[in-house]
Antibody, heavy 119, light 111 residues
Framework: QVQLQESGPGLVKPSETLSLTCTVS????????WSWIRQPPGKGLEWIGY???????NYNPSLKSRVTISVDTSKSQFSLKLSSVTAADTAVYYC?????????????WGRGTLVTVSS | QSALTQPASVSGSPGQSITISCTGT?????????VSWYQQHPGKAPKLMIYEVSNRPSGVSNRFSGSKSGNTASLTISGLQAEDEADYYCSSYTSSTTLVVFGGGTKLTVL
């Protein structure tokens, strides 16, 4: 079955760029939209943005100036870059599949990766 | 402050039914049948339980059901079981520039 796996550094220094990759295995990355969602420790979920398999993106306005999501269909991967990070960006970052882009629900999730922003 | 409002906690005894509410506006919950619900156990990723207000994915127990009235969506769990103890989040498409919003989450305790 389709599985998602996040990878990337678990520690990022303030003002630097957070970079994560999500690898899609067991299925095709095409014909779906893919999202990043984060969860600060002890808090709720926040949608970061999405990318289509063709590369169209849409970002949460609260993060738009700092976020870039890209896709590499040849590697079945999509990536997140978040620039100028602060302690407020410390969170578990999840990659997720949009089950249907007409209805905006997330039917598959990665296990998540904790990224801590600290010097 | 989350865009959708959920109670911080609910509780029930095994076998009972509970309902978790999710209140939004006409720009999200009330305007579209695009509400979804997620279950999250501690240290785990969220799991889709309900989509498009009331549809269950394959493999999700029929003890879980969803509904909507006006700007408020609800998740009902019947025949509570110990394994249902978890955090539950609602989500909705929104016509605002944010596109997708989540509720603040509800902690379900099975007494």
């Amino acid at each position: 079955q389709v599985q998602l796996q996040e990878s990337g550094p678990g520690l990022v220094k303030p003002s630097e760029t957070l970079s994560l990759t999500c690898t899609v295995s067991g299925g095709s990355i095409t014909n779906y939209y893919w999202s990043w969602i984060r969860q600060p420790p002890g808090k709720g979920l926040e949608w970061i943005g999405y990318i289509s398999y063709s590369g169209y993106t849409n970002y949460n306005p609260s993060l738009k100036s700092r976020v870039t999501i890209s896709v590499d269909t040849s590697k079945s991967q999509f990536s997140l870059k978040l620039s100028s990070v602060t302690a407020a960006d410390t969170a578990v970052y999840y990659c997720a599949r949009v089950g249907d882009s007409r209805y905006w629900y997330f039917d598959l999730w990665g296990r998540g990766t904790l990224v801590t922003v600290s010097s | 402050q989350s865009a959708l409002t959920q109670p911080a906690s609910v509780s029930g005894s095994p076998g009972q039914s509970i309902t978790i509410s999710c209140t939004g506006t006409s720009s999200d919950v009330g305007g579209y049948n695009y509400v979804s619900w997620y279950q999250q156990h501690p240290g785990k990723a969220p799991k889709l339980m309900i989509y498009e207000v009331s549809n269950r994915p394959s493999g999700v127990s029929n003890r879980f059901s969803g509904s909507k009235s006006g700007n408020t969506a609800s998740l009902t769990i019947s025949g509570l079981q110990a394994e249902d103890e978890a955090d539950y989040y609602c989500s909705s498409y929104t016509s605002s520039t944010t596109l997708v919003v989540f509720g603040g989450g509800t902690k379900l305790t099975v007494l």
